[in-house]
């Protein structure tokens, strides 16, 4: 009878070429890892967008993000085909080019995103125009009092009262992570709510519609707070981040 193998050892020693060879492997890692990581990014992207169960918002990626659509496939929007319209209560409708708001003055912020289903990304830089000074252009009229925002997906909304649309941690966001905004995190522009959790952060933004009453957007129809500050609402005891 054959004597029955020897366990394999805890802590056996390393060779000094086996040694090298992972410090070498390690090093092309770090190299490496915002490709891989701006790829990853594209795959999950493209996935979510043409997923209409909703599963691969499950796939977190190396930022941290998870992804969400709840389209079954968003087009893109480029420099050339972007438009955001501003309308409703207001004295001067307007339509913007991506090129017309990136003029416009920019305001940086560095917060923390806080999903209303768990998972948190500290440190989050986003720039962009604060939303109070494109009411301020449209002429916000006397009798308004909340915001409506409808995405290009078709399907995604989100409102805001006209005292929350105002605040300083509101904006029209063009970059996000010291990069422009890719499609997969909903640019070329998105709506950041930065106290707030996430779903009011509506992204491929196309509509600012200034109304008389807030008007429930697609997650408040399942079931989500409308106000939806972080830590204060949803059930939640989450640190704020704004």
Same mark, same amino acid.
């Given at each position: ?57 499950? $796939?977190?990626?190396?930022? @941290?993000? =998870?992804?969400?659509?709840? #389209? ?5 929007? /480029?420099? !050339? ?52 000074? $494109?009411?301020?252009?449209? @002429?916000? =009229?006397?009798?308004?009092? #909340? ?5 290009? /997906?078709? !399907? ?87």
């Amino acid at each position: 009878m054959s004597p029955e193998p020897p366990p394999e050892e805890e802590g056996r020693p390393v060779g000094r070429r086996v040694f090298l060879a992972t410090l070498g492997l390690g090093a092309l890692g770090v190299a490496a890892a915002p490709t891989l990581q701006r790829g990853l990014e594209g795959v999950l992207g493209a996935v979510s967008g043409k997923d209409p169960t909703g599963l691969s918002g499950l $796939l977190p990626n190396g930022g @941290g993000f =998870r992804y969400y659509s709840v #389209a079954a496939s968003v087009p893109h929007q /480029d420099a !050339t085909t972007y438009r955001l319209t501003v309308d409703g209560l207001v004295d001067h409708p307007a339509t913007y080019t991506l090129a017309g708001l990136r003029a416009l003055p920019q305001t940086r912020m560095v917060r923390d995103v806080q999903c209303v289903t768990g998972w948190r990304v500290p440190g989050t830089p986003f720039e962009g125009v604060r939303l109070s000074h $494109l009411l301020d252009l449209a @002429g916000v =009229r006397d009798h308004a009092r #909340a915001v409506r925002f409808t995405c290009f /997906d078709g !399907t995604y909304t989100e409102s805001l009262t006209l005292a929350q649309a105002r605040r300083s941690d509101v904006l029209v966001a063009l970059r996000m992570q010291n990069k422009d905004l890719g499609h997969e995190h909903g640019g070329p522009v998105r709506l950041y709510v930065a106290p707030m959790y996430f779903y009011k952060s509506a992204k491929w933004l196309s509509g600012i519609t200034v109304t008389d009453r807030v008007e429930p957007g697609y997650w408040e129809h399942l079931g989500y707070d409308v106000d939806a500050w972080v830590g204060r609402s949803n059930g939640r005891t989450d640190v704020p981040t704004g």
